[in-house]
């Protein structure tokens, strides 16, 4: 037991300074081959989704179940739905699906059947591209440089498990509610939310729930442009002698994104003069204190987990210093 402790100290800090100096680590596994192609490509996955690793157990088959889900484990007690990851993704496995990666992430626990594990890397978020509009198509968020920002780099593509949950599970990802929201925002004339999410699915529903609590908005797909955006508006205010957060409200923002992560452009906001005043709200899918406390640490005035329409609604009102008395009244 003090072992295991000790061990998650040891894992905490390491944690806390990768969040704090822009870094991650990055789970490496293949997926098989693309059909034309004798390539098994890399795919990466946030290690921090990842609960665990095991060789592939004995599946149960579902009836009924989606045409991607292999069945389902029965892991410590717990039945875990397993995905046949290679086949969503096109690819032809040619080795097996050895492997189970079991993750958690957006309030869900799901196993992830892949063909084989490589390596854990530790990368800044500077070596990761948005994908939004390539080739990789919607299930691919972003692709990572390997070996540094060269030319000759090894790839590795970053699925959006976002997406991944709503393709495989429809029914457990609905569009947002307008009803489930509450009453409508009353933010300042003038005044907008500028959201972060390099998640194409995740961007699409922060959009419907601001859009049912009548918040105007400036949406962008990664912290960099988040950051770009907000420093535009901080010299446009200054020129005109008013604050950038008589544009800009609060700030809504992802923690894993390329180029810059939430943690570091929420630093870079209180770290500003000009902008420090604009609230942030952390809406993330990895979840459990120890996200609490990095987003704590880093400065944010509150998190949420996605994705709860009406979750994100009341964290939206508190940062912002709503009650429902004033935003009724509002």
């Known amino acids: 037991m003090a072992d295991d402790h000790r061990a998650n100290t040891e894992r905490h800090t390491e944690r806390s300074n990768l969040t704090s100096s822009n870094k991650f680590e990055l789970l490496l596994y293949r997926l098989g081959h693309v059909p034309g192609s004798d ?4 795919y990466g996955i946030n290690v921090f989704k990842v609960r665990e690793i095991s060789t592939m157990p004995t599946i149960t088959p579902i009836a009924g179940s989606s045409p991607y889900v292999m069945g389902a484990v029965d892991i410590r007690g717990q039945i875990i739905p397993v995905i046949d990851l290679p086949r969503l993704m096109g690819c032809e496995p040619t080795r097996g699906l050895n492997i189970l990666l079991v993750t958690e992430f957006a ?50 593509q970053v699925i959006d498990v976002e997406q991944v ?95 810059m992560d939430g943690f570091m452009l929420t630093r870079k906001i209180k770290a500003d003069a000009r902008t420090r005043d604009i609230p942030v709200l952390i809406h993330s899918s990895l979840t459990g204190a120890a996200n609490e406390a990095h987003v704590k640490n880093a400065g944010a005035n509150g998190y949420v987990a996605k994705f709860a329409a009406s979750e994100l609604a009341d964290a939206i009102r508190q940062a912002l210093g709503f009650t429902p008395e004033k935003t009724a009244a509002a």
């Open 165 to 259: 949950l709503r393709d495989v599970f429809p029914s457990q990802h609905p569009s947002v509610d307008p009803a489930s929201v509450g009453e409508a925002l009353g933010i300042r004339p003038g005044a907008k939310i500028l959201a972060a999410d390099d998640s194409g699915f995740a961007r699409k529903l922060i959009e419907q729930a601001l859009t049912a609590i009548g918040a105007d908005y400036i949406m962008t797909k990664t912290g960099e442009e988040a950051w770009q955006t907000l420093q535009q508006v901080a010299r446009e205010a200054q020129q005109k002698g008013g604050r950038a957060k008589d544009t800009i409200a609060l700030v809504l923002t992802d923690l894993e994104m390329p180029e």
């Open 107 to 156: 309030r869900s626990t799901q196993a992830f059947a892949v063909e084989e594990v490589d390596e854990i890397v530790r990368l800044e978020w500077n070596q990761v591209l948005s994908a939004d509009g390539s080739a990789g198509g919607k299930l691919v968020t972003s692709i990572a440089r390997i070996d540094g920002n060269t030319g000759d780099s090894r790839l590795a």
């Open 39 to 42: 390539a098994h490509e890399l």
